[in-house]
């Protein structure tokens, strides 16, 4: 064995340790963000004086209603509602996943370290799969998935860095992160080796780092439409516009996460943000597809669904930006549009003799 050769081995090695390590923090990273969300609940005494406060402070909101009981002055129940888009105006978003109480916010704030920690360990781990194989880690299903994982978490963190409300997100973020992850390492996993033909352009930094982009983000914003449709639900029992009044564990989970308008502008305005990107990612496949195989498009399995999943988020932006479509058709539009994504990763490339498919699975 070459000097070379050994120094690519190690490499290697070092990286299969790293996403090791990193799937190990994520762990704890998980059972921290749980206990977040479990010994954050407060009592139904701190749910109502917080209910007062948010409803004393808020901007141009009247004062706690008080009644006289004798010589005794009495503060009325106060009047629980959410902030939301047509008939539910005036919902406030939940304290987030702590409860606003202090031992669920030491918990969450344990799990976001843990997060960065096993977010250096990933990134370690994809930086030293590169070197070992001196090129970029996207060739294989086994780069791709480490690398999207490691950008979904990176995501969540940058938001978390702008000061945006998206601790809620990390318990299902962490979760299913381990699942790429585990799912890499176990079924996915592929040595080291170097490209294909068709792989070796420019175009391969520009296309895939452009479409692991777009999938990150799309998966974010895919998470803020499920919740929607949960939250939406529960708001819906809450103002008694439902047959049943929300149960006592759903309740104590989505009291707690922003108001589903809050959720519904968020996932929009993150597809819509990624949907420009996704356009590029298109067209800078069908570039090097007439580099690569001398014709811009071929109606391979890749390229169809490619297509499939630009029309179905294009028409969720259009469904969202009609009236009509607003709200839960358009959310399960969305989740049906970042469906087709996931068919287009995993499914064309398990499935499809495609042109694309250099995975070996």
Known sequence: MTLAAANHESLANLSNTLVYSAMAVYTLAFFAHLAEWVLGSRSRVGRTAASLTVRAGAPGAAPPAVRQSGGTAVLERPVVVT??????????????????????????RIAVSLTVLAFLLHL?????????????????????????????????????????????????????VLLDLGLAVSVLYTDSDQLVPALHSYWLYIHVSCAILCGAFLYLGAISTLLYLFRDRYETKLT??????????????????????SLDKSAYRVNALVFPLWTFTL?????????????????????????????AYASYLHARATAGWRGRKAAWLGLAAFGCYLFNYYGVNIFFNSLHAYSGV
């Open 240 to 261: 008694g516009e439902g047959a049943r009044r929300p149960g006592r564990v759903a309740a104590s989970v989505l009291q707690r996460m922003p108001a589903a308008s």
């Open 83 to 108: 902030r939301a888009d047509g008939e539910r105006p005036d919902m406030p978003d939940g304290p987030g996943a702590s409860g606003g109480s202090a031992r669920g916010d030491l918990y969450g």
């Open 124 to 176: 370690g781990g994809v930086l030293a799969r590169a070197l070992s194989v001196e090129r970029a880690p996207w060739a294989n299903m086994y780069e791709y998935s480490t690398t999207f994982g490691m950008v979904v978490t990176g995501g969540y963190l940058l938001f978390l860095g702008l000061g945006r409300n998206v601790r809620w997100m990390g318990l299902p973020l962490v979760t299913t």
């Open 283 to 311: 067209i800078a496949g069908a570039i090097w597809a007439e580099a690569a195989w001398g014709r811009y498009w071929g109606w391979d399995a890749k390229e169809i669904w490619t297509l499939i999943t630009w029309v």
